[in-house]
């Protein structure tokens, strides 16, 4: 089944303490991106990544760091998180940045206390 | 200010009704998307508009993006208990960005 897995689902952390969410996808995709979802304010992108070895800052990436080492995963690392950063995240994925459908992961409501 | 604005922010209304939302804009895009999300769930394609004037129609769903490329309308006719979700409307800009509007949340009532 194409899809995008992301880990953990759920996360309370306490502030400083690095955390790392996973993302993978199956279908081979060369973009894949990380959102932060807070009430009234939508979808932003934190980074995102043309292909391995290439990221870029979205519109937030102050805080948060990214790799893509393989071209199937995408994690989001939070070095040292603050309770700003309490918020629903989601990965996502497509064949390439333009016009093509964001196949996103189920998400992960992380509480930073 | 958002780059896409979107109204109404919430919705409530009956089943049966029709209704529309708006996806805004001041710039020109080469394209838009829609896209639907249900609680607890990802946002999931509905479509996505390319061409000014286009009209693009998925069942009870109308989707339509302004001739000048700069806004969008979702309308949805007889909805259902089923349309109930989160509508958010997309596009890529600035070079591989994408940007999403805040979102309308439609509740619709049995």
């Known amino acids: 089944e194409a899809q995008v897995t992301q880990n953990p689902r759920y996360l309370i952390t306490v502030t400083g303490k690095k955390l790392t969410v996973t993302c993978s996808q199956n279908?081979?995709?060369?973009?894949m991106s990380w959102y932060r979802q807070d009430p009234g304010l939508g979808l932003r992108q934190i980074y995102y990544?043309?292909?391995?070895?290439?990221?870029d800052k979205g519109d937030v990436p102050e805080g948060y760091k990214v790799s893509r080492k393989e071209k199937r995963n995408f994690p989001l690392i939070l070095e040292s998180p603050s309770p700003n950063q309490t918020s629903l995240y989601f990965c996502?994925?497509?064949?390439?940045?333009?016009?093509?459908?964001?196949?996103f992961g189920p998400g992960t409501r992380l509480t930073v206390l | 200010t958002q780059l896409l604005e979107q109204s109404p922010q919430f919705l409530s209304i009956q089943e049966g009704e029709n209704l529309t939302v708006y996806c805004n804009s001041s710039?020109?895009?080469?394209?838009l998307q829609w896209y639907r999300q249900e609680p607890g769930e990802g946002p999931v394609l509905l479509v996505t508009?390319?061409?000014?004037?286009e009209v693009k129609k998925l069942k009870r769903l109308t989707f339509q993006f302004g001739d000048a490329r700069k806004d969008s309308s979702l309308h949805i006719t007889a909805a259902q208990p089923g349309d109930t979700g989160l509508y958010l409307c997309?596009?890529?800009?600035?070079?591989?960005?994408?940007?999403f509007g805040g979102g309308t949340r439609l509740m619709v009532k049995p």
């Open positions: 508009v390319v061409t000014g004037g």
């Open positions: 997309a596009v890529h800009n600035a070079g591989n960005m994408l940007t």
């Open positions: 990544s043309m292909n391995v070895e290439v990221t």
């Open positions: 996502a994925s497509s064949w390439d940045a333009r016009n093509n459908e964001q196949f």
């Open positions: 279908m081979n995709h060369e973009y």
């Open positions: 710039s020109v895009f080469s394209s």
